[in-house]
């Protein structure tokens, strides 16, 4: 197999590693095929942030080691994924004279330039600069402009950033881990977009909820484009947190009781199951509880974070309703909850049109790291079109293009 054919996404979460790596697909509506899979726990992050790079870095390394494993291929580039509650996003508008009566990919080029050319503290970088929208003279609303005729263009974009040393950090880990490229870094949310939410679903309206350990992150589409982005500094190990400390055990045991007996709504629980649930410690001797106070617990984290993710919502229509990821989104009673309190209809974020060891990967956990691989595969794309179309004119600075649309 091809060295080039190889891509392979890193997802940096708050508690686990995760690593995808896939070989690309030609002449197949599927993009990639799944050759490996790797994860490793990690107590290097607090809520995405790098607290600890040796740490960090060293589940990175067993991560990429186990995937390679499995996968009979070095890992030698990586598409990294970035979360937290650092990561920003917010519209920017940038206008250009037309060069000629015709509108050229060069003259959407410097609108988008202009669009990005806002001010940006210096404790933050640019991390991508989508195009949304455009306006040419009076007509607005337009999504390719490239062959109108017209005298002025104006580029509407979506601006993520995220804090300088955040980033810095988790390029070091992932330098220390013995990573010899970083194709792209990319936001969290935008990459599980790309593996488990379809074109038509942006074109209609729909959110994306990815419930990680530490965070909570929420990506809105509408008409085919980012209208907002959101981070809510809550996420599946408070509920861990809550476990524990109502019911006085250890985490390890906490995070047990949550995922093989929780249930996020109490409204779930038959009132008539009578079966106790162990409850143990290394200094007490057992004890029972029952499910419905377990659920109560529980409920009260998710009915929080449900509250935000509304708020973040807020008036935009979304016809296509609310998709779920993250290793929380398979809880018990968490969609029939979410549907309840945000009257919208809400699904569970399974990776989508994928081959090869799909068995292995079919899980809404590995949505943001899968996402990541076929981010990397349309940046290649991407790159290949831009040199057929600029071949005449030399290849020297397609790079930069591809950097200046993406934002890395």
């Not at 263009?153 to 490229?181: C, M, R």
């Not at 590995?366 to 076929?374: D, E, K, P, R």
Request: glycine fraction near 10%; charged fraction near 25%.
């Amino acid at each position: 197999m091809r060295k080039q054919n190889i891509i392979a996404g890193l997802d940096i979460g708050s508690s686990k590693i995760s690593v995808i790596v896939a070989n690309t697909l030609q002449g197949s509506n599927q993009k990639i095929g799944i050759i490996g899979v790797g994860h490793a726990l990690t107590e290097g992050l607090r809520a995405g942030v790098v607290v600890d790079i040796n740490q960090t870095a060293e589940a990175i390394r067993k991560a990429i080691s186990n995937a390679e494993l499995m996968a009979g291929v070095r890992i030698d580039a990586v598409c990294v994924g970035i979360s937290g509650a650092h990561i920003v996003g917010e519209t920017s508008n940038g206008t250009v004279a037309v060069a000629n009566t015709e509108i050229s990919h060069d003259d959407v080029d410097r609108a988008m330039l202009t669009a990005k050319a806002v001010p940006i503290p210096a404790d933050r970088e640019i991390l991508h600069v989508i195009q949304q929208k455009f306006g040419v003279d009076s007509q607005d609303r337009i999504r390719e402009p490239v062959g109108m005729s017209g005298a002025r263009l104006e580029a509407h974009a979506y601006i993520i950033t995220g804090g300088t040393t955040a980033i810095q950090n988790l390029l070091n880990s992932v330098e220390k881990a013995g990573v010899p490229i970083i194709e792209t870094i990319v936001a969290a949310t935008l990459a599980a977009t790309q593996a488990v939410v379809s074109k038509d679903e942006r074109e209609v309206g729909i959110a994306l909820v990815d419930i990680g350990a530490g965070t909570t992150e929420i990506i809105i589409y509408k008409d085919d484009s980012i209208q907002h982005t959101a981070v809510i500094p809550v996420g599946g190990q408070h509920i861990t947190n809550d476990i524990a400390q109502y019911l006085k055990v250890t985490l390890p045991e906490a995070e047990e009781l949550k995922l093989q007996r929780g249930c996020a709504w109490t409204e779930l629980v038959d009132p008539d199951d009578d079966r106790a649930i162990p409850v143990t410690s290394d200094a007490n001797r057992p004890r029972f509880i029952d499910r419905i106070e377990l659920t109560e617990i529980i409920e009260y984290r998710i009915a929080e974070i449900l509250e935000a993710i509304d708020e973040e919502l807020g008036d935009i229509p979304l016809p296509g309703g609310l998709i779920l990821t993250g290793g929380t989104a398979l809880m018990d009673g968490l969609q029939e909850l979410a549907e309840e309190m945000l009257h919208l209809r809400v699904q569970i974020g399974y990776p989508r049109g994928l081959q090869g060891l799909t068995d292995r990967v079919n899980h809404p956990m590995y949505a943001t790291s899968i996402g990541l691989a076929l981010y990397s595969e349309s940046l290649r794309r991407q790159e290949q079109e831009h040199n057929a179309r600029h071949r005449d004119k030399g290849v020297g600075n397609f790079l930069q293009r591809i950097k200046e649309w993406f934002g890395y």
